[in-house]
């Protein structure tokens, strides 16, 4: 069974970085796309950041530029660097991963979600 464990969210201000980190068990990095998700209060889910089998990123337009996202395989973690954080950034962020379906830029992602990181960009 996959299973995601994100941490790293707090509360920032403005203009401020964050790096999120996320340990993932139950899937194989070599054959799978893994990604970084957030959900705002009121809001669906989103696909902000996304990372595949061999290495190419991909971004929201609404965070390119200032999100970074990256793994290391052999730790079975994917991290999301954050900077130039909003108050629209505030949401609860997700990692998830599987097969990347570059015609659609998305990822169709694992039915097993963690219990994700609390951002809170506030002054």
């Known amino acids: 069974q996959v299973q995601w464990v994100e941490s790293g969210g707090g509360l920032v201000q403005p203009g401020g970085s964050l790096r999120l980190s996320c340990a993932a068990s139950g899937i194989v990095f070599s054959r799978n796309a893994m990604g970084w998700y957030r959900q705002a209060p009121g809001k669906q889910r989103e696909l902000l950041a996304a990372?595949?089998?061999?290495?190419?990123?991909h971004y929201a337009e609404s965070v390119k530029g200032r999100f970074t996202i990256s793994k290391d395989s052999a730790k079975h973690m994917v991290y999301l660097q954050m900077s130039s954080l909003k108050p629209e950034d505030t949401a609860v962020y997700y990692c998830?991963?599987?097969?990347?379906?570059?015609?659609?830029?998305?990822?169709?992602?694992?039915?097993?979600w963690g219990q994700g990181t609390q951002v809170t960009v506030s002054s």
């Open positions: 990372v595949t089998s061999d290495g190419d990123t």
């Open positions: 998830n991963g599987g097969t990347w379906h570059e015609q659609i830029g998305a990822i169709a992602h694992s039915d097993s």
